[in-house]
Nanobody, 123 residues
Framework: VQLQASGGGLVQTGGSLRLSCAASGRSFSGYVMGWFRQAPGKEREFVAAIRWSVDRTYYADSVKGRFTISRDNGKNTVYLQMSDLKPEDTAVYYC?????????????????WGQGTLVTVSS
């Protein structure tokens, strides 16, 4: 399984970015795809998740109303549209894949991880 995250960059406060996570190596039917982030000196934290086969999404309270997770099953790609970005959103963003059964909100539920893409929001 390979997860390739891309789309990070430098943006001003209030700006937008779209992250992509290209997944390959197996069928992801039955999986949950998640985005996590890790700021310097902090633990990795949940951002958003989406079930691959049904329309169900999950968000951290800190990003609700600003971030939208979506998927394109035909392209095996998951997206994270980020709007109204704030300096506290600055972090390395990771995409991850988990099988059903564990909590979508916790790191340990995810068996596969991408390499991360850096998002920097300037004030």
């Amino acid at each position: 399984v390979q997860l390739q995250a891309s789309g990070g960059g430098l943006v001003q406060t209030g700006g937008s970015l779209r992250l992509s996570c290209a997944a390959s190596g197996r069928s992801f039917s039955g999986y949950v795809m998640g985005w996590f982030r890790q700021a310097p000196g902090k633990e990795r934290e949940f951002v958003a998740a989406i079930r691959w086969s049904v329309d169900r999404t999950y968000y951290a309270d800190s990003v609700k109303g600003r971030f939208t997770i979506s998927r394109d099953n035909g392209k095996n790609t998951v997206y994270l549209q980020m709007s109204d970005l704030k300096p506290e959103d600055t972090a390395v963003y990771y995409c991850a894949a988990a099988t059903y059964g564990g909590s979508v909100y916790v790191v340990k539920s995810y068996a596969y991880w991408g390499q991360g893409t850096l998002v920097t929001v300037s004030s």
